[in-house]
């Protein structure tokens, strides 16, 4: 089985994987710093920051979803935790589950991403 682990589907996987752990230290830590330090209280509410990250995960997940070593299940935790980030960012209706919605989909799509870059790893060491 020939691999798809170029440098550059190893910098998409990594870049993707600490996109989400950014946007994961955004909606669980700045909350909490900012109960101190209410300086901090400005940027955990920014909501250009949360859009700009669903923003920049765009090219990303579409690059993963269209490699060659892509799992339906990683394709659905992919797809469903882009889906989950980008509801808590753009759909007002359910703004009061922002941080819900992108913790699980922020996870979500990690695991789809570190699915995917193990499956290629394992898969080169054969």
């Known amino acids: 089985m020939k691999s798809d682990r170029t440098p ?3 910098a998409v996987d990594g870049t993707a994987i600490t996109l989400s752990g950014l946007c994961l230290l955004h ?4 909350p909490l710093l900012s109960t101190a ?3 901090v209280g ?3 509410e920014a909501e250009w920051l949360h859009k700009t990250f669903v923003v920049a995960a765009l ?6 979803l269209t490699s060659n070593r892509i799992t339906l299940p990683t394709g659905l935790m992919i797809v469903c935790g882009y889906g989950l980030l980008a509801s808590g960012a753009f759909v007002e209706a359910w703004h009061d589950y922002e ?3 992108t913790v699980i ?3 979500l799509l990690a695991a789809g991403h570190a699915l995917r870059w193990r499956r290629a790893h394992v898969s080169d060491q054969s």
């Not at 909606?27 to 700045?30: E, N, R, T, W």
């Not at 090219?59 to 993963?64: D, E, K, R, T």
């Open 27 to 30: 909606c669980l830590a700045l």
């Open 99 to 101: 941080t819900q919605l």
């Open 42 to 44: 400005i940027w955990a």
């Open 8 to 10: 550059r589907a190893a």
């Open 105 to 107: 989909g922020g996870i």
């Open 37 to 39: 330090l209410p300086i």
């Open 59 to 64: 090219p990303f997940s579409l690059l993963a």
